[in-house]
């Protein structure tokens, strides 16, 4: 029996081993389970907070999108109705202008012949020069400058800035219409004596002078009076530049470019100068169109090759610069030069703005190519790289509107020039030759034709 009894007790004993190691392994088991339960938990919990950061991001983006938006709606309403108010401003003056004209046709439509055309004692003989008289003019062996000088004689600029003498933009139209380079800057000296806060004046007097290579303290002073007129505006400092680059003042010749390179406007009086010439045409008996397409298309602008001028003297800086290894201060230099070429090239109603302007872009980016490369930064160079055949497209396009707009201005009548230049204020001459049938043609001509060669196969 006690045999029995200690094989029964062997046997209880091995049960609850059993018994004790399945419940560890279960414990275990079950510790496990709670552990990966727990970190299951964890990861849903992270995703979940991934998600609502991804979906709070995503609000945000579309919020800032909606913003975005809205903002360029208003600027493109903006604009629109900036061109609107330009457009009825312009219109005005056009309506204003022309309608005085029509009510004293007497005072407008008429000039004297030159004295040796007329028999002496006859009555005045009544003269409207419209595009055809013009263009006789100059085909019987004149010239646009010497067929204008028959419009508007000496006699009657006097006589249209009398009427006008309370206006500074008449004094520079009178200086910008004179016979000789005396009598402009006589008037200049009288306007600015009378009117020493006037823009046109004295940018006006600016030009007579360097154009008479006066170079001296008084240019400085009319200078330095644009300057407080319009602190905001990048012409003065440009002049200011030429002027100190000129009288051998280098470092503040730089200095000037750098505070013209800092400011994104660049602005000129020539729209008011253009009306105010308008009406000595009008006076001198030019028809409504000629007046107004003469006063456009010898509009003076010869601050356009002083600016050319300041770039040359300023990127000679920046080469002798870049050779002496100064590399900083050099691409400073083209940076600004690039800088006041875009403002310009933006700035203008007219081609020549564009011309010049990415003239000044190009030799300045091209500068700074040398210098990126001479580092290795191929980043930069690929930059300016797209920058260069922006302005190499933009460039060409100019070229097939001028040469065929040679063809397309000899049909034009009288009216299709007074509509012409209307476009130009409105939108610029760069967007009206594109409105011109037969400029639209020639240049999708040439995109064909660019496009033709791209898609050939090359040869091995």
Known sequence: ????????????????????????????????????????????????????????????????????????????????????????????????????????????????????????????ELIEYDGELVKELIDSGGSLEAAIRQIVTSKGIDSTLKDHNGQPSYWAAAASLAHDPDAALAYLKEAADLYPGSEVVLSSLVEANIAQGTIDESLLGYIDEMKIIDPANALADCYDAYYKFNTGDVDGALQSLSQAGSKDRFADDRMDLMMA????????????????GLSAFDLPLSHMSIMRSMGNSAMEQASALSAAGQYD?????????????????????????????????????????????????????????????????????????AQTFGSVMQNMTDQDIADYVDAIVLNGEFSTLQDIPEIAEALAQVSQEQSDQTAEPQTP
């Open 1 to 124: 029996m006690n045999k029995w009894l200690y094989v029964v007790i062997i046997s209880l004993v091995a049960v609850c081993v059993c018994l004790v190691i399945l419940n560890v392994r279960t414990a275990t088991k079950s510790s496990s389970a709670v552990i990966e339960l727990e970190r299951i938990e964890k990861l849903m919990a992270d995703l979940q907070e991934q998600i609502s950061k991804a979906e709070s991001q995503k609000n945000s983006a579309n919020r800032k999108a909606g913003e975005l938006q809205q903002e360029i709606s208003a600027l493109t309403e903006q604009r629109n109705s900036d061109r609107l108010v330009i457009q009825d401003l312009w219109n005005m003056l056009l309506h204003n202008t022309r309608a005085t004209a029509e009510q004293v046709p007497d005072q407008r439509k008429s000039v004297k012949q030159d004295q040796e055309q007329v028999v002496q004692g006859a009555e005045e």
């Open 277 to 292: 010439r308008y009406d000595y045409f009008l006076d001198g008996g030019a028809s409504d169109s000629m007046a107004i």
């Open 329 to 401: 201060e050099a691409l400073q230099i083209a940076q600004n030069i690039s800088n006041i070429g875009r403002s310009l090239s933006s700035s203008g109603r007219f081609l020549v703005y564009d011309r010049v302007g990415m003239a000044m872009q190009q030799s300045a980016l091209e500068q700074q190519m040398q210098i990126y490369e001479a580092h290795g930064d191929v980043s930069q160079n690929q930059k300016i790289d797209v920058q260069l055949q922006a302005i190499d497209e933009r460039s060409s396009m100019i070229d097939v509107m």
